[in-house]
């Protein structure tokens, strides 16, 4: 932790240097030599570079906070149960031995029985329960969407949400009047599931080398690939086969500001971003962009000559802008002509909705001339944006 604070205490300090210096070397018009804009940018880079390492730290911590608790609890109170556990199904201790003994050894005879409960129709098994749990975590330190969105689990078929479409309203009457009717309007928005799919291969020496730890290899690399893909399709998907980003045209949030320029963003237009929001909707506000788009408003104030980006102090904290969380993706758009650079809003009206059962399968044959074995990873997930209104999107001039 102290190591964490002291990159955020050194990265304030850098970046109070480099407003310090942008302000003394700016000339009569405003504009920086070439000289100067170089050193500039590689202040500007360490800043950078430092807030992506606190990030790495605070990501490790979280893991070792993880993989430090208890792996159970004694059992009180209760009657014992085979194995001095009190699972069932998928939970199962022996369910969670069997699977990992079928992902490692070909011919596991004696434990196919355990992994009745656990067999879909392909061939392939789900994933235990611990095992599930792990990848959903895993895919929210990969997935920033996962920690903004809200994230439902559903067992089969589409989920049907209930949304108002518009509401009625309240009018003044006369004395004995007629008091004029005003429903609410009600739409539907369906949540389905695509499949996300990978494969993996792994060396027979390696699935037979013991210190080889297959659960975390699996569990990380799944993690990696799918949750690139989940982030990808949550920002600019366009529902056909995947789920709809909220930077797409159809499903998407809705406009809140087009710029005047078509590669510049100026204050006055990301203060009409901010009040395009409804004010309820900004009390959860997040702002979400690529790297370059707050590398380009790194260098704009306030009209108290305050920087609107300001950068984390605290650990566990965001940096801001206009007092706001701001979040970086590499899927969301760059600046450039017609694109939307900007997403600000209440990410929690996206929803993303797991299917039940990621499932797992051991290929042997496949890959069995160069001495490997394949693992095909599934999953099947949707996302869509609930309520466009409570999410704004800043786009560029044509």
């Known amino acids: 932790m102290s190591k964490i604070l002291e990159l955020r205490e050194k990265r304030a300090t850098l970046w109070d240097s480099t407003k310090a210096f942008l302000d003394s070397k700016r000339d009569d018009k405003g504009l920086l030599s070439a000289e100067d804009t170089s050193t500039y940018e590689r202040m500007e880079t360490d800043v950078v570079n430092l807030g992506k390492e606190i990030e790495r730290l605070e990501r490790q911590l979280a893991l070792d906070l993880e993989l430090s608790r208890p792996i159970n609890t004694p059992i009180k109170n209760k009657p014992m149960l085979p194995n001095g556990e009190d699972k069932i199904g998928r939970a199962t201790n022996e369910y969670h031995n069997a699977f990992w003994q079928a992902m490692r050894y070909k011919n596991s005879f004696d434990i196919q029985n355990a992994l009745q409960v656990g067999t879909d129709s392909e061939g392939g098994y789900l994933a235990p329960d611990e095992f599930e749990r792990t990848l959903i975590e895993s895919l929210e330190e990969e997935n920033i969407f996962r920690q903004l969105a809200k994230v439902i689990t559903t067992s089969s078929g589409d989920k049907k949400i209930p949304v108002v479409a518009s509401k009625g309203t309240a009018s003044w009457v006369d004395e004995e009047g007629v008091i004029p009717e005003s429903d609410d309007a009600f739409g539907q928005v369906s949540i389905g599931a695509y499949k996300l799919a990978t494969m ?199």
Do not use: C, H
Not at 225 to 236: H, Y
Not at 257 to 286: H, V
């Open 200 to 398: 993996i291969k792994v060396s027979e020496e390696l699935l037979n080398d013991s210190v080889f730890n297959l659960e975390q290899y699996i569990a990380k690399e799944f993690a990696r690939r799918i949750g690139a893909k989940e982030e990808e399709a949550f920002f600019t998907g366009d529902g056909t086969g995947k789920p709809t980003g909220i930077f797409n045209i159809t499903g998407g949030a809705t406009l809140g500001i087009t710029t005047a320029s078509a590669t510049a963003i100026t204050l006055d237009e990301i203060m009409d971003l901010f009040y395009s929001l409804k004010s309820p909707y900004r009390k959860k506000s997040t702002f979400v962009m690529n790297d370059a788009t707050v590398k380009a408003i790194r260098k704009l104030k306030d009209s108290t000559g305050q920087y609107i980006w300001q950068p984390s102090i605290t650990a566990g904290t965001p940096d801001t802008i206009l007092n706001r969380p701001v979040k970086t993706s590499a899927y969301a758009p760059i600046l450039e002509s017609s694109s939307k650079a900007i997403a600000f809003g209440d990410f929690s009206y996206y929803w993303v909705a797991d299917r039940q059962g990621r499932s797992f399968q051991r290929l042997n044959e496949l890959y069995a001339a160069t001495g490997q074995v394949g693992f095909r990873a599934t999953q099947r997930v949707d996302g869509k944006l609930i309520l466009p209104e409570a999410i704004k999107v800043l786009q560029m001039k044509a």
